[in-house]
């Protein structure tokens, strides 16, 4: 992964994120230009809502999208089978109004879904905390890391990890 991008890099340092431990992309917003633009691509992307159509002209007179998530740090989430099912979009701009993005019809859970090596579940608030402690390798060692949605973030599917982790939990002893 290139993290040569001066706003990313300050949230890696900032927020103690490690990209050679943890999974995490940044979205500088050119991913559908030039030589990688290509209409299979261009329509998955409106599909998922990577890109969204707002009719608008490119100075070339082509057709012109608006990237999703530009100039953000993006994040997978996870389903039980730890396939990818969405994506987290994290701000590297100083805007108080908009921080936080998902793809539409969210679903998966970050990092993932709790392994059955672990001993204790940590849940964090924020998908870019649980990154962080995900980069420490003390924590993760003994820990499984599993982030919320924001301080009303807690959803069903949450609840059903958390579950099937106590379930594991009580089937081993430690």
Same mark, same amino acid.
């Given at each position: 992964?290139?993290?040569t991008?001066? $706003?990313?890099?300050?949230?890696?340092?900032?927020r103690?994120?490690?990209f050679?431990?943890i999974?995490?992309?940044?979205n =500088?917003?050119?991913f559908?230009?030039g030589a990688?633009?290509e209409e299979?691509?261009?329509?998955q992307c409106?599909e998922?809502?990577?890109?969204?159509d707002?009719n608008l002209?490119?100075?070339?007179g082509?057709?012109?999208? %608006? $990237?999703?998530?530009?100039?953000?740090?993006?994040? =997978?989430?996870?389903n039980a %089978?730890?396939h990818?099912?969405g994506?987290?979009?994290?701000?590297?701009?100083n805007?108080?109004?908009?921080k936080?993005?998902?793809?539409?019809?969210r679903?998966?859970?970050?990092?993932?879904? $709790?392994n059955?090596?672990?001993?204790k579940l940590i849940?964090?608030? =924020?998908i870019?905390?649980?990154?962080t402690?995900?980069?420490n390798?003390e924590?993760?060692k003994d820990?499984?890391?599993?982030?919320c949605?924001?301080t009303n973030g807690?959803?069903?599917e949450?609840?059903?990890?958390?579950?099937?982790y106590n379930?594991?939990k009580?089937s081993?002893?430690?």
């Amino acid at each position: 992964m290139q993290y040569t991008t001066a $706003p990313c890099k300050r949230v890696f340092t900032k927020r103690n994120l490690d990209f050679k431990k943890i999974e995490v992309g940044y979205n =500088a917003g050119q991913f559908h230009h030039g030589a990688r633009k290509e209409e299979t691509l261009i329509n998955q992307c409106l599909e998922y809502g990577l890109l969204i159509d707002k009719n608008l002209t490119a100075r070339t007179g082509e057709k012109a999208y %608006q $990237p999703f998530g530009k100039w953000c740090v993006c994040f =997978a989430l996870r389903n039980a %089978q730890n396939h990818i099912t969405g994506l987290y979009f994290r701000s590297t701009l100083n805007n108080e109004n908009a921080k936080h993005f998902y793809l539409k019809e969210r679903s998966g859970l970050y990092p993932g879904y $709790p392994n059955t090596h672990t001993k204790k579940l940590i849940l964090t608030e =924020a998908i870019i905390d649980a990154a962080t402690l995900l980069s420490n390798d003390e924590i993760i060692k003994d820990y499984a890391i599993l982030s919320c949605y924001g301080t009303n973030g807690l959803t069903e599917e949450h609840i059903n990890a958390i579950k099937i982790y106590n379930s594991w939990k009580k089937s081993y002893s430690f």
